[in-house]
């Protein structure tokens, strides 16, 4: 039976302790190369210590720490601690700089910060000087002695144990109220400063059993989940650590997005959280490769492909296959599916689910077809985050699937999607202006996305209202659909369509250039380097032709008149992208501000 009213994360956390004990909690990637379990009992141990150095560090219930680092398990630790004191823990973007961070730190009025790595520390170092209300600084990684006000995680962990604040532990643990804030999120800030989002105990929680709602089944089979996606966003924070937490699952870190596809090898995960991202660039990858094979092995991906796609209707609504097709799609699964998932390390994937932005249906289709069952989900970070997600039983791609339990949803005017439910936010940390923006004056949140909900409740996001498009002719276009449709090219990686306030849509295109340069191979072109490749006037019409195709079914006023072709991949380090991956729509317009211009230099 739980010792603990499970009122917070941490106080299920000692309650899964209790019951699954020295199972693998979380395993990470040691010094000789290998994954390495440690247990909940291990966990728990390393958490009650922090806890008691926090209490001695004078940490009170509702101060705000601050935890600047990328996915580890100490980010477990520092949290789960920092929760089971009744403090707020502020998380801060591994990418951040110095200045992103300061103002995190600042806004947040934090008064201790965690951090992951030197680089990190050095960050933190850099701006102390400008942040006099806070204290210690603790390092994940070892120090040396010169870092002045840093104490490591390992030495902040013994202090605790001899302190031995258990009577102010157990306190502090069982006061905290549902009520209460768990953690202040900075949205990524893609205009203007990043907004503190207020998530309450109750949000997480609650949010946590709307997920587990979904599927119980799923969640009481054995799991190994894959961590990768950014802890400081609320989408990992809540599907990929809090809702395995809560189910008693164990989780692996990734070592980085870099490395990723090596890590599912050694994992060979269960279950996935991701953004569309991941899903991209794997199917890109293996469409590079198959180009390139001999004939007869192009010939029998064809035909597998074929099999996949009649297999749709059968794994999105759960249907078991019959006669000839199940014949045939098992033949296609034992020489072609099974060996492609065998080499991804995705064998034992049971589920995959893609949120943080829209996943094309080509994507989404590609891995159900041969029997990965990846489920698009819908939220934001004022919404825990998720409130709506493809059911494992009933899947269409293209939607994000039925509101979750509890949750209220309605389209608003000009087709914004609105939110009510337990997992809506407490409001924007020392902002009530923009958080009475947010809500409609019968308590809705204002999600900023269009969308519209068919028959069954499920919604299909259509574009978000920032981003909309308006032409000097007065043409409202959304451009996630059209960048969406682009995508489906094996020759495009990433898009960004352009042409607010002018006469016609224009699109800056960042080609698949593994695929892009297989093809200039076999047409004969030589190239030195990706710059000397885009200029090539064939490979101009290349794209040309598949814009022409996959823009069929859109209206005129819809079409892409002109297009420039880019050199380099966009990134979260060239600043293009988002920590979850999604493009910085302000700094690609000024970025590329000379290439945008020349396509309407004529007008």
């Known amino acids: 039976m739980a010792s603990y009213q499970e009122t917070s994360m941490a106080a299920i956390f000692l309650n899964r302790v209790e019951e699954l004990g020295d199972k693998a909690c979380v395993a990470f990637k040691n010094s000789h190369g290998t994954f390495e379990n440690i247990s909940w009992n291990e966990m728990n141990k390393m958490v009650r210590n922090l806890s008691s150095f926090l209490i001695s560090q004078g940490i009170r219930a509702g101060d705000k720490v601050a935890l600047f680092s990328p996915n580890r398990y100490e980010w477990w630790v520092a949290d789960l601690a920092i929760l089971s004191v009744g403090a707020v823990n502020v998380p801060i973007y591994a990418t951040n700089s110095a200045l992103e961070a300061q103002y995190i730190i600042e806004n947040s009025d934090s008064v201790m910060c965690f951090t992951g790595e030197k680089e990190h520390t050095g960050k933190v170092l850099e701006v102390k000087s400008n942040l006099p209300g806070v204290g210690a600084v603790i ?85 190994t989940l894959l961590s990768f996606l950014p802890l400081s966003h609320s989408f990992e924070r809540t599907v990929g650590y809090y809702s395995a937490l809560n189910a008693g699952k164990t989780v692996a870190f990734a070592e980085d997005f870099s490395r990723i596809l090596n890590n599912f090898q050694e994992v060979r995960p269960t279950l996935i959280v991701s953004v569309p991202r991941l899903y991209e660039k794997i199917h890109a990858g293996i469409a590079a490769k198959v180009s390139q094979a001999p004939l007869i092995k192009r010939m029998l991906f064809s035909w597998a492909m074929y099999l996949a796609k009649k297999n749709l209707p059968y794994i999105c609504d759960d249907i078991p296959r019959k006669g000839f097709f199940a014949f045939q799609y098992n033949l296609a699964d034992k020489i072609i599916f099974s060996k492609l998932k065998a080499g991804l390390g995705m064998d034992r994937l049971r589920f995959a689910l893609s949120g943080g932005g829209p996943l094309s249906v080509s994507d989404a289709e590609f891995f159900l077809g041969m029997g990965i069952k990846v489920c698009e989900g819908y939220g934001l970070s004022e919404t825990t985050p998720v409130t709506h997600g493809n059911r494992p039983n009933h899947i269409k791609p293209g939607t994000v699937g039925p509101p979750l339990k509890d949750t209220i949803v309605k389209i608003g005017e000009g087709g914004e999607v609105l939110i009510k439910g337990p997992q809506v936010m407490m409001g924007y940390y020392k902002n009530e202006e923009a958080t009475h923006e947010v809500f409609t004056e019968d308590g809705f949140f204002r999600t900023g996305d269009i969308g519209e909900i068919d028959q069954e409740g499920y919604l299909k996001i259509t574009g978000r209202i920032k981003d909309l498009i308006v032409t000097s002719g007065g043409k409202n276009i959304s451009p996630q659909n059209i960048e969406n449709s682009l995508k489906a090219s094996s020759y495009i990686e990433q898009v960004a369509i352009i042409g607010d306030n002018r006469k016609y849509l224009s699109a800056l295109i960042v080609p698949a250039f593994p695929e892009l340069e297989n093809w200039a191979r076999n047409a004969g072109l030589s190239f030195a380097a990706n710059k000397d490749l885009i200029e090539k006037p064939e490979v101009i019409n290349l794209i040309e032709e598949e814009i022409s195709a996959n823009m069929q079914h859109y209206a005129r006023v819809e079409q892409i008149r002109k297009f420039k072709l880019l050199d380099a991949e966009w990134s979260q380090e060239t600043d293009e992208l988002t920590p979850t991956l999604k493009i910085k729509r302000r700094v690609i317009n000024t970025k590329y501000a000379t290439q945008i211009e020349s396509m309407y230099s004529n007008d």
Do not use: W
Not at 143 to 167: C, F, H, R, S
Not at 177 to 192: L, Q, V
């Open 139 to 223: 390092s994940f990684d070892a120090v040396d002695g010169t870092a002045g006000d840093v104490i490591d995680l390992k030495a902040a962990m013994q202090q605790g144990e001899g302190a031995d604040n258990t009577g102010v532990f157990e306190e502090r643990l069982t006061s905290i109220k549902p009520s209460d804030m768990a953690t202040i999120i900075y949205t990524s800030g893609t205009t203007g400063d990043p907004k503190g989002v207020m998530l309450s105990h109750h949000n997480f929680i609650a949010n946590v059993n709307q997920l587990y709602s979904v599927d119980p089944e799923l969640f009481q089979e054995e799991h």
